[in-house]
């Protein structure tokens, strides 16, 4: 599978935008880019997903870069909710059942400051 | 809103025991997970199932094993439970047929073997 490197941690102050980095340097053509978050005390909740676009949705901002190599979550205006562990997790998509399962890193864990 | 829902958020079980981790979502998911989060481990895939009564082995099976013999139920069984089986029991779905689709994941078990 390929692999992720993302920081250990990160901090940010409430209201602030917080660029959350990932690297993948060895993705594959059919890699999907995932990013999941983990609140304390609950499971891991899907933020975003991409192959070669940025992407928006309500919660966050997808930002690749154009050989593939990185990418960045955006979040525009981080909260005292927005603490959690971030995830960048690739998904191949181009075999069978096996391929959909998720291999988690160690994530960023987001500290946000009032 | 879709949901995973396990059976229970906390357990207690005795040494040698065998131990019933229930999963069930409302999704019509093909695609069923359980994964174990430790501190410092992260989460590390058990069991995963892609259609009724199919199993595949992740990362770390032993000592435990699985039963689905519904679509919606997924359950990881410990045959005989050990202190380091202690852990954050999760179990996530997702569609087989959209293979970039995001995960959802229970609340999780926190199981304690005394």
């Known amino acids: 599978d390929a692999k992720t490197t993302q920081p250990n941690s990160m901090e940010s102050n409430e209201e602030e935008p917080v660029h959350l980095p990932c690297n993948h340097s060895?993705?594959?053509?059919?890699?999907?880019i995932h990013w999941y978050r983990q609140l304390p005390s609950q499971g891991p909740e899907y933020v975003i997903h991409?192959?070669?676009s940025n992407v928006n949705n309500r919660m966050a901002s997808l930002a690749i870069a154009e050989d593939r190599k990185s990418s960045t979550l955006i979040l525009h205006r981080a909260t005292l909710r927005d603490a959690a562990v971030y995830y960048c997790?690739?998904?191949?998509?181009?075999?069978?059942?096996?391929?959909?399962?998720?291999?988690f890193g160690k994530g960023t864990l987001l500290t946000v400051n009032p | 809103d879709v949901k995973v829902t396990q059976s229970s958020r906390y357990l207690v079980k005795r040494t040698g025991e065998k131990v019933f981790l229930e999963c069930v979502q409302d999704?019509?998911?093909?695609?069923m997970f359980w994964y174990r989060q430790d501190p410092g481990l992260g989460l590390r895939l058990i069991y995963f199932?892609?259609?009724?009564?199919?199993?595949e082995k992740g990362d770390i099976p032993e000592g435990y094993s699985v039963s689905r013999e519904k679509k919606e139920r997924f359950s990881l069984i410990l045959e005989s439970a050990s202190t380091n089986q202690t852990s954050m029991y999760l179990c996530?779905?997702?569609?087989?047929?959209?293979?970039?689709?995001?995960?959802?994941f229970g609340s999780g078990t926190r199981l304690t073997v005394v």
């Open positions: 999704m019509d998911h093909e695609n």
């Open positions: 997790i690739l998904r191949d998509v181009s075999g069978g059942g096996s391929n959909y399962k998720l291999t």
């Open positions: 199932s892609y259609d009724v009564k199919m199993k």
């Open positions: 060895t993705i594959s053509g059919t890699d999907y």
């Open positions: 996530a779905s997702s569609l087989y047929s959209r293979a970039n689709y995001g995960y959802t």
């Open positions: 991409g192959l070669t």
